[in-house]
C-alpha cells in the first residue's frame, strides 16, 4: 500500500510566496470610479486626454469619433483661427474631450469610440499610450472578444470602452458635468480638489473613496461646475451641459453656447461659424438670438431677452422672454479665449495637480488649455461590484493599503517555515 508523505516545508513555502505575489499583484493595481445605471439615458461627460505625440486637432477628434469644433470649444481654443483643423498640438498636452456618457450592461461608459489597428499595435500600447491609461488592455479585449491579444489584424475595428459618469448631471443639487481624470505619478488628492475648485471630501464622496490615498494610473471622476439647458426632450441637444469656463457649438454649428464667468447660466448666440442656418430672430420682436435690451423705468429695469430654445427638426427654436428686475443687467462677459496651442506651458489649470502647497497661489482660470508632463504608468482597472444610490453609488476598487496585514501575516508564516524546516 503507498504511502503518502507528508508536503515538504520547501512546497508549503512555494505555496505562500505564490500567495504573496498574488496579492501584491492587487498592491500595483489601479482604481477605478463607476455609476451604475439601470436605464438607457446618456449625458454630457468629459474624458482628461494627455496627447502622447503631437497631433492635429482633427487627428484627436478622429481617435475619440467627435466633432473637431466640439473639441476645441470644450477647451476654450479659438476656433476662428485659419485651417484650426489642421492645427498641429503638441506632446503631452492635456485637452478635456466632450462624450456622450450611456448605461452599458448596468454601468455608464462611453461605447461610441472604435480604433483602427495599424502595424505593431498591441492591445497595451493601444490603452497606455494612444488612450493614455483612459483605458486597459483587459478592457478592450473583453469588449470585442479577443481570445488571443498578441493576435490582431491590421485595420480591425476595435470597440474601446471609455469611462465616464453622470451621477444626474448636479453635485450639491447644483449643475455639474463629470470629467473622468487619469491620476499622474506627482498628483494628490488636495492638489486635484484645489486644481478644479472643489474640495476633497466632494472627490471622497463622489468617489466613493474610505482615504484620501491615491495612485498613479487611477481614474477619478472629478465634478465641474457647468451651465444646463433646459430643451424640451425632443430636441436633437436635449441635455446640453456646459462647463464653466468653455463653450459648446450646436445646433449644426450655428449656435455657439457659453458658460461663466461669473454666474452658471447657459448664454447663447449666433456662432462664428454659421452658414447656412434657420432664423434666429424671436417672433414678434426684432431681437436676435442673444440679443438683450434693457430700460430703466421709475419701478425698475425692463429686461427683453432673445434665448435659445433648442434644435428641433432642423430649426433653431428661439423664446422671447420679458422680465422686470430690481436693476439692469450689465454688459454679457465670455469666457476668455486662447490661440491654438503649439507648446506645453507648465503650471497652466488643468495640468497635473501637486499637493497645493507646490503651486502658484491664486484660484485657476479657466482661460488656458491644460498641460501636463508625464503619461500615467499603470492601467486603470476593470470597475468593482457593490451599489449605492447617488453620488455615493461610485465603485472604487479596494485601497492596496487594506491587504498589507494579510501579506505580513503571510511573510510571518514563511519565517517560521524556513525556520522549522530541517
Known amino acids: ?75 476654450a481654443i479659438d476656433i476662428s483661427y485659419p485651417d484650426v483643423e489642421n492645427h498641429i498640438l503638441p506632446s503631452q498636452l492635456f485637452l478635456k474631450i466632450p462624450i456622450s456618457c450611456s ?56 470597440v474601446v470602452p471609455l469611462p465616464c459618469t453622470c451621477f444626474n448631471g448636479t453635485d450639491n443639487s447644483l449643475p455639474a458635468i463629470y470629467l473622468s481624470y487619469v491620476v499622474k505619478p506627482v498628483d494628490t488628492l488636495a492638489g486635484i480638489a484645489s486644481r478644479y475648485s472643489t474640495t476633497i471630501t466632494d472627490l471622497m464622496n463622489v468617489n466613493a473613496m474610505g482615504s484620501s490615498a491615491i495612485d498613479a494610473g487611477d481614474i477619478l471622476s472629478v465634478p465641474l461646475p457647468a451651465c444646463a439647458s433646459n430643451f424640451p426632450r425632443y430636441s436633437s441637444d436635449y441635455g446640453l451641459i456646459v462647463p464653466n469656463g468653455s463653450y459648446a457649438i450646436t445646433a449644426s454649428h450655428c449656435v455657439q453656447c457659453s458658460c461663466g464667468p461669473g454666474n452658471l447660466k447657459l448664454y447663447c448666440t449666433p456662432a462664428s461659424l454659421a452658414v447656412s442656418c434657420s432664423s434666429m430672430q424671436c417672433r414678434n420682436s426684432n431681437l436676435m438670438l442673444g440679443n438683450v435690451t434693457a430700460q ?103 485601497n492596496p493599503m487594506d491587504i498589507l496585514p494579510a501579506v505580513a501575516t503571510l511573510l510571518f508564516f514563511v519565517k517560521l517555515m524556513i525556520f522549522h524546516s530541517p
Open 1 to 75: 500500500m503507498p504511502v503518502t508523505e507528508p508536503a515538504s516545508p520547501s512546497s508549503f513555502l512555494a505555496l505562500f510566496i505564490f500567495l504573496i505575489f498574488t496579492n501584491v499583484a492587487v498592491l500595483v493595481s489601479s482604481k477605478s470610479t463607476i455609476e451604475p445605471c439601470s436605464n438607457s439615458d446618456s449625458c454630457n461627460a468629459l474624458l482628461g486626454y494627455t496627447l502622447y505625440t503631437d497631433l492635429k486637432v482633427a487627428e484627436v477628434a478622429s481617435l475619440f469619433q467627435i466633432d473637431p469644433i466640439s473639441l476645441l470649444t470644450a477647451n
Open 103 to 158: 448605461c452599458v450592461d448596468g454601468i455608464r461608459k462611453s461605447v461610441s469610440t472604435r480604433y483602427k489597428t495599424r502595424p505593431s499595435d498591441t492591445l497595451s500600447l493601444i490603452a497606455d499610450s494612444m488612450y493614455a491609461g483612459l483605458v486597459s488592455s483587459d478592457q478592450i479585449r473583453e469588449a470585442n472578444s479577443i481570445s488571443d491579444p498578441s493576435v490582431l489584424d491590421v485595420g480591425q475595428s476595435l
Open 296 to 398: 430703466q423705468s421709475s419701478a425698475g429695469c425692463n429686461v427683453s431677452a432673445c434665448s435659445y430654445g433648442g434644435f428641433v427638426n432642423g430649426s433653431i427654436v428661439t423664446m422671447l422672454s420679458t422680465s422686470l428686475q430690481p436693476r439692469c443687467p450689465g454688459v454679457q462677459q465670455f469666457p476668455p479665449l486662447i490661440a491654438p496651442p503649439s507648446s506645453v506651458i507648465k503650471d497652466l489649470p488643468f495640468a497635473p495637480a501637486p499637493a497645493p502647497q507646490s503651486e502658484v497661489t491664486g484660484s485657476p482660470t479657466s482661460s488656458a488649455v491644460p498641460s501636463t508632463s508625464s503619461l500615467p504608468g499603470f492601467n486603470p482597472a476593470t470597475g468593482p461590484t457593490g451599489s449605492a444610490s447617488g453620488a455615493s453609488a461610485a465603485r472604487s476598487l479596494m
